[in-house]
């Protein structure tokens, strides 16, 4: 997440900041409406999440669909939200949580209570300005105050895309000194109501390159993320399995009907599992795109005897 600017905040409550002109007629029905795609990946809902030069977050929906975030490229100080009230989906708004600060890269918990977030605020009794972990939590109709994720993770100079599993343990890139390739893939316990101390998930996953955004599946069955290859400089996207012995597969690119020539980044599975949303490059930036996620089992690799 590049460096945020400050949002004013406008209207009532602590998400709202404004409503974005220029939205698209009114979306009906699940994912805005949109035709769901095949085998090979689509441009998802190109009028509705138009922010040249690209998007910071690839589309997140909330586990009961009502609810869909992401956050733009050029005014990387913003989150954008939709709601679906029956059937209809809302104009986009701007969100900040109360910040009174940008918030970006949004990552809900799989049972849809709690939403976690970036942003470079400043908390009390610090100096310095970094991305940290934010998160607010379901509250009647709204949500709470947002709070820091405090603890070991908190220590950790950590960048972009983060993911939590359905136990809420957190996989988030690194920066930490030591790790293998600039940005390591760490993964933090969650026990007795509190994170553990991070943890790498060795080299089947962290590479020489950089490897970044990851996705871990609700049920931490599999883990996507992005890599960077140290030579060609190129983010493809990648997979790693859970294997029996609780360790990770070496990871394998999701292949060519997936990778393109360009940066291919941020991988979100949707809340039903059935679709693989991504950032590809598109016109000097990056778009929202979706394939079915129906591949993704076959590229386990097959279990020794």
């Not at 977030?117 to 908390?123: A, D, G, Q």
């Amino acid at each position: 997440m590049r460096r945020m600017t400050r949002i004013a905040a406008v209207g009532c409550g602590i998400v709202v900041a404004c409503v974005l002109a220029g939205d698209a007629q009114a979306r009906k029905g699940a994912y805005l409406g949109e035709t769901p795609p095949g085998d090979l990946p689509k441009r998802f809902a190109p009028d509705v999440i138009t922010t040249p030069p690209g998007i910071h977050s690839a589309p997140l929906f909330s586990p009961d669909g009502a609810v869909l975030l992401w956050s733009p490229m050029a005014r990387m100080a913003e989150t954008r939200m939709l709601k679906r009230v029956g059937d209809t989906w809302s104009e986009a708004r701007v969100v900040d949580f109360g910040m009174g600060q940008g918030v970006g890269e949004p990552f809900f918990a799989p049972d849809g209570q709690r939403l976690y977030f970036l942003s470079l605020k400043v908390p009390a009794g610090d100096s310095t300005e970094r991305e940290r972990i934010w998160y607010v939590d379901r509250d009647g109709g709204g949500w709470s105050a947002p709070r820091l994720l405090t603890g070991p993770v908190a220590s950790h100079p950590l960048h972009w895309q983060f993911s939590v599993a359905a136990n809420r343990n957190l996989y988030f890139t690194s920066e930490a000194p030591g790790v293998r390739g600039e940005q390591d893939i760490y993964m933090a316990r969650y026990e007795d109501g509190r994170y553990l101390a991070p943890r790498d998930l060795g080299p089947n996953v962290n590479s020489d390159g950089i490897d970044l955004c990851p996705f871990i599946a609700p049920d931490e069955s599999y883990l996507l993320f992005a890599r960077r290859n140290a030579a060609t400089r190129k983010c493809d996207l990648f997979v790693s399995f859970r294997d029996d012995a609780g360790g990770w597969t070496r990871a394998v690119p999701l292949g060519d009907h997936i990778n393109t020539d360009g940066n291919d980044l941020c991988p979100i599975v949707s809340p039903d599992g059935k679709y693989l949303f991504y950032m590809p490059p598109v016109e000097g930036g990056y778009g929202a795109w979706w394939v079915s996620a129906s591949f993704i089992p076959t590229l386990r690799p097959a279990r020794k005897s």
